[in-house]
């Protein structure tokens, strides 16, 4: 079957990064999405509470991602991705005050382990040696390739696993640990580099990509939520909106980008990942002190990771179950003394936003990293993408971007066979 239209149904990452490649291939595209906005968790707002535009979440991208700089050199987005020139991590304990910053050298070979200036305070260097374990790709827990206990463990590799998992690392599966590892920390700190949306998240991915398609012909549609999906034998035949059956050209690609939940309702046979982790976001109308670093590591609080923006300061808490359902005022206020804590400010709580996200990814544990599907179904005409699918990494804005780009790939490989 050739293609020469496609319809991307979600407005995401996962699905603007699928419509871009496609229309670079030749098809016309055109992306439907039921949100007001596209962007999906990565999206941005203009808050009135805050009186600022702020992200959803704060997502963090790293200089050695490739889909995050095709991505974005093919839409043309401009916006730089903020971020020191060294693969610098900064860490303060809130229990006692220690700070660190674990600082990798550029090349391959780990020379930063050496030094006690540049690992985390109190360890040597056999600490690190049951991280090449998880590097090796193994399924399995975390916790089944390496103890999970020790400086290494709690000042390091707990909360940076955590924020790229966004579950308990203890439970989490060891094959996307070490995914994330092997493309990052064995590239060695050129690859390691924190890069943060600023000023937001729609300036660096979701405006660039949204005015590269305008341009292009292939129109973006919100608002327009499917129903339902209709199918005989091996193609899908038609989609269901509010008050139309459209029928499917022959000729017509149908990639679905949208979260699993939705994409499991539409296709009750698909196999997709049933259990999710929430997320919390907190946002404060603070200025960044001068000396803060962007990104800072919490150790010991209820905040997990402090971004600093000149308007504001943010905080993450991932695998956040025991906290979502918390009074958003308390958590602001239990997230204000952490950062209050963290950066030596003497202050009221200025004006503050809760963000919380329920279902923010797929539990990245082994046995719902075997429930991802690949970008290929069945149905000839239909291919999926999603942070949800089967990139090999956890649901992150580099695997989203993968993914779309991998529906693309599979979809004209199956038209030129």
């Known amino acids: 079957m050739s293609f020469t239209r496609a319809t991307v149904i979600g407005a995401g990452l ?110 040597t260097v056999t600490n690190y040696l049951p991280v090449a374990r998880l590097m090796r790709g193994r399924e399995g827990r975390i916790d089944e390739m390496l103890a999970p206990s020790g400086p290494v463990w709690e000042r390091l590799l707990a909360p940076v696993l955590l924020a790229a998992l966004n579950t308990q690392p203890g439970e989490a599966s060891a094959a996307l640990a070490g995914a994330v590892l092997r493309e990052t920390l064995a590239k060695g700190g050129r690859a390691m580099r924190p890069r943060i949306a600023e000023p937001s998240l729609a300036s660096c991915f979701i405006d660039p990509a949204l005015a590269w398609l305008e341009r292009e012909g292939a129109p973006v549609q919100l608002g327009r939520r499917l129903q339902a999906i209709e199918l005989t034998d091996d193609r899908i035949t038609s989609l269901n909106w509010p008050g139309e059956n459209e029928a499917v050209a022959d000729d017509e690609l149908i990639v679905l980008a949208v979260p699993a939940w939705i994409a499991a309702d539409l296709l009750p046979s698909l196999t997709v990942p049933t259990e999710h982790r929430a997320i919390v976001n907190g946002h404060f109308a603070f200025p960044a002190p001068g000396n803060a670093p962007k990104m800072l590591g919490l150790i010991g609080g209820t905040a997990e990771w402090l971004f600093a923006f000149p308007d504001r300061l943010s905080i993450t808490v991932s695998a956040a179950e025991a906290i979502v359902d918390m009074d958003r005022e308390q958590l602001a206020g239990i997230f204000w003394a952490d950062i209050c804590r963290a950066l030596g400010i003497d202050a009221p709580m200025p004006a503050w936003q809760i963000v919380k996200e329920k279902r923010a990814t797929f539990a990245a544990t082994p046995e ?34 993968r993914s779309g780009e991998t529906a693309a790939a599979v979809a004209l490989a199956n038209a030129r066979s």
């Open 14 to 123: 996962a699905g603007l990064s699928a419509a871009v490649a496609l229309r670079r291939a030749g098809l016309s595209v055109r992306v439907m999405d039921a949100a007001a906005q596209a962007g999906g968790r990565c999206r941005s707002y203009r808050d009135p509470q805050l009186g600022l535009v702020i992200d959803n979440g704060n997502h963090l991208v790293l200089s050695g991602n490739l889909a995050v700089a095709r991505f974005r050199e093919r839409v043309g987005a401009t916006t730089p991705l903020a971020g020191p020139e060294t693969a610098d991590f900064a860490f303060r304990d809130l229990t006692n005050g220690e700070h660190w910053t674990v600082r990798i050298n550029d090349g391959v070979v780990p020379w930063w382990i050496l030094s006690a200036d540049r690992r985390v305070p109190g360890t």
């Open 368 to 401: 719902q990293n075997a429930r991802r599907p690949g970008a290929r179904t069945r149905w000839r005409n239909l291919v999926l993408a999603g942070d949800w699918t089967a990139t090999g990494l956890p649901a992150t804005i580099e695997g989203a971007l």
